[in-house]
């Protein structure tokens, strides 16, 4: 297989500094990374905006067409969400020194991350859904412009607005009957939820920004074998296993199986990531589900991450759509086994600011902070 070689591109405001932008961009090659490909050249560019046209402007339009040359790229990958005309433009202007070139933006380079890994009829269901949605508003942003114009010169109505018409039928008949195949695996999923809740087990989820080692502490708590990899979007289906409780120090007197802790079932989830267009994270409706179902949320943060706090409110975001951020939830700071010195006061200030979401610091890879954090599980079960 030959090497997909990439061109990484953001635009941002005139006052961003530099190396906070090539941060931002640290993500987008590790997705770059995820997907197969080697990012070859970094390109930032300083704009009010992006250009109305081609993204970014004419000059540098001309640098990229160079660069294109001289180190064989076929891939420009653009860190935002690019709307069609722009994408389209960009495209055609670098046709003239690679009439192959790709151009994505963030989403469709999510997307096809997302096709790669999809294993489940239902994950693979929910990603042809979310391409869809995509890919339409692409025609429909396009129709304006490139469809129509295609019929200029021709007296009637014009063809453009015809194909537009029909390929805008074409995906509502596609996008229903997808749903609606979706819509049954969603019900059976509800009714096995709803069977969990009436036999009484007590259900907690794990969710996080992806890459925080969400199916590492999975398989911890579960003794399960799921794939742990630092990639991103590794796991894209749910998965559940019942919580080992068993190492916990028993007391004598209390009879746990009455409480019913040894019945909790744990899931495991697809990771989330910041610029997620809602119709994406709609479409995974089915497999969040279980986080939708729990009755507790173990909120997974990777605290050796730069972008920590911004991760944490990307996460918070999106529970807030979900209609979870009600939930009783845990904070649980991971990968502490990453950090060095003294950590005391970093824990405690986290604790304040988070206090409520009873914070645990715990550290998959060597186990520190677990007993303690399943204790905390256990008595939040309780009340939940
Ligand atoms: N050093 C260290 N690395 C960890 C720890 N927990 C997870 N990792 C690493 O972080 C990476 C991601 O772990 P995963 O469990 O796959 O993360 P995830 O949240 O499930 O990621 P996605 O499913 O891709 O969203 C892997 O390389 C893990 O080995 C930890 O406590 N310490
Ligand atoms: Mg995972």
């Known amino acids: 297989m030959h090497e997909l070689r990439v061109v990484l591109i953001d635009v941002i405001p005139p006052h961003r500094h ?14 770059v990374k995820t997907y197969g490909g080697t990012d070859v050249v970094k390109i930032i560019q300083h704009r009010t905006a992006p250009d109305k046209a081609t993204f970014i402007g004419s000059g540098k339009v001309n640098e990229l067409a160079k660069i294109i040359k001289k180190e064989r790229i076929g891939q420009i990958i653009i860190n935002s969400i690019v709307q069609p005309t722009q994408l389209f433009n960009l495209t055609r202007s670098l046709w003239s020194v690679n009439p192959n070139i790709q151009v994505w933006d963030r989403v469709d380079l999510i997307l096809n ?4 890994n999809a294993r489940s009829a239902e994950a693979k269901l929910q990603i042809e859904i979310a391409r869809m949605f995509h890919m339409k508003f692409r025609i429909y942003g396009l129709g304006g412009t490139l469809l129509s114009r295609q019929a200029g010169g021709i007296g009637t109505r014009g063809i453009g607005e015809t194909n537009v018409e029909r390929m805008r039928r074409h995906f509502k008949k596609q996008i229903k009957k997808k749903k609606e195949e979706l819509e049954k695996l969603t019900t059976h999923r509800q009714r096995q939820l709803s069977r969990r809740k009436e036999n009484g087990i007590k259900t907690i989820s794990i969710i996080g920004y992806t890459n925080a080692g969400k199916t590492f502490l999975f398989n911890l708590l579960t003794g399960k074998k799921n794939a742990v990899k630092d990639a991103l979007f590794v796991t894209l289906d749910s998965s559940v296993g019942s919580l080992k409780l068993n190492t916990l120090r028993v ?7 009455a409480e019913g ?11 989330f990531i910041q610029n997620l267009p809602p119709t994406l994270i709609d479409s995974f409706k089915s497999t969040l589900m279980e986080s939708i179902y729990a009755d507790i949320i173990l909120h997974l943060i990777d605290i050796s991450d730069e972008k920590m706090d911004e991760k944490i409110r990307t996460v ?16 649980v700071f991971n990968k502490i086994d990453k950090l060095n010195g003294d950590l005391s006061e970093l824990f405690n200030s986290l604790k304040e600011k988070y206090s409520d ?3 645990q610091f715990i550290s998959v890879k060597t186990s520190e902070g677990i007993e303690s954090l399943k204790e905390d599980i256990r008595r939040s079960i309780l009340t939940a």
């Open 316 to 331: 918070e975001k999106i529970t807030y759509e979900l209609g979870i951020s009600k939930k009783k939830q845990i904070f």
């Open 113 to 116: 991350i997302f096709d790669k």
């Open 251 to 257: 007391r004598k007197s209390t009879n746990t199986h």
């Open 18 to 31: 530099l190396s906070d932008a090539l941060k931002d961009l640290a993500e987008l090659h590790l997705l």
């Open 261 to 271: 802790v040894d019945n909790i079932v744990i899931s495991d989830t697809i990771g």
């Open 357 to 359: 979401f009873s914070p």
